[in-house]
């Protein structure tokens, strides 16, 4: 029994596909960076480096019904002190934080 085999085109169909996956998962991640900085700017985190975001989670408010975007992050503030925690941000551009920051060693 003959197999036919794959065609060129659906190779180069399958290796664009694969780039631009690559490509929007890189773009996501910058996103979720660039936001989560410029929350931390807002709550009053200027000199920061080393800045990670874990994960981005919509969250909704039981009470007053408002959702907004919780996010996951790290980073080194400039005391030198390695902070992690959580920073929110609802839909109405009100933010709160949740971050515990530690002397490193």
């Known amino acids: 029994m003959e197999t036919r085999p794959i ?27 660039i936001k989560a900085t410029r929350i931390l700017k807002t709550l009053g985190y200027n000199n920061i480096s080393n800045v990670k975001v874990y994960g981005k989670a919509k969250v909704e408010d039981k009470i007053t019904r408002i959702q907004g975007f919780k996010y996951f992050v790290t980073f080194t503030d400039n005391k030198n002190r390695e902070c992690r925690g959580f ?5 109405n551009n009100k933010t709160a934080q949740d971050i515990d920051c530690k002397d490193t060693k």
């Not at 085109?9 to 694969?18: D, F, R």
């Open 87 to 91: 920073i929110l941000k609802t839909f």
């Open 7 to 33: 065609p060129l085109k659906s190779y180069i169909i399958m290796g664009i596909l694969v780039i631009l996956g690559i490509a929007v998962y890189f773009i996501t991640q910058n996103g979720k960076l």
